[in-house]
């Protein structure tokens, strides 16, 4: 039990440190695709139950699709908020954008999180601390993995970490309870490319 611990535990500080120390040194050409191999390899090492082929696909692709529907409306309603609209006229966005929103957020972002940290961490954790402080344990480390994006963009490094950290846990949640990673990694999608595309929109129109 106690070197299920010190491997949960080791895992958890390396995915930190990955995001926050040497993950933002990747070229942003190559960031994409080192990701979500590093995603892909964690999951297969600590042989995690992804739940990606029927009839598991099909109950994360049902729950997943009932989170984003609420998400999306979410973001479309809050758009035209004054604070929300002049937060998003003030977020910097990468050059290439479609690259973005078509490689970056999906394969970059969500398969390589989902995969590392819902797959690869949230498995080995609650083999050695049980299903909540495994999920607690997850949920921690992808909150503090958050900081350096926080400080780059200016992010309240707290809020930052809270709010991550909160969004860890629900999305380990749906991933449970569907038996499947695709329904975390529908809701992950939708909220980064819903909040990407409200950017974009927002920076584009004349003002």
């Known amino acids: 039990m106690r070197a299920k611990r010190f491997r949960a535990i080791a895992l ?3 995915l930190v440190l990955w995001n926050g120390v040497i993950g933002p040194r990747i070229p942003p050409r190559a960031h994409p695709l080192v990701h979500a191999t590093l995603g892909a390899a964690l999951a297969a090492a600590t042989r995690a139950p992804l739940g990606l ?4 696909l099909l109950s994360g692709l049902r729950t997943g699709a009932a989170v984003a529907a609420p998400v999306l409306t979410g ?3 809050s758009t035209p908020l004054t604070r929300v609209r002049a937060a998003m006229a003030a977020r910097e966005l990468p050059p290439h954008q479609a690259r973005w929103l078509l490689l970056g957020i999906p394969v970059g972002t ?3 999180e989902e995969a590392a940290f819902r797959g690869a961490l949230a498995t080995v954790a609650a083999e050695a601390f049980g299903p909540t402080g495994g999920r607690l344990l997850q949920s921690l480390a992808f909150g503090l993995s ?11 490094v707290v809020g930052t970490v809270l709010g991550t950290g ?4 629900f999305f380990a949640v749906l991933a449970e309870r569907s038996g499947s990673l ?3 990694m529908l809701a992950h999608l939708a909220i980064n490319e819903a909040g990407a595309l409200a950017a974009i929109g927002v920076q584009r129109r004349p003002r």
């Open 166 to 169: 909160l969004a860890g846990w």
């Open 75 to 77: 973001v479309a309603a």
């Open 53 to 56: 082929r029927p009839p598991r």
């Open 182 to 184: 695709a329904a975390p």
């Open 12 to 14: 958890a500080a390396a």
């Open 146 to 156: 958050h900081i350096a994006d926080a400080r780059a963009t200016g992010a309240p």
């Open 110 to 112: 969500v398969w390589s």
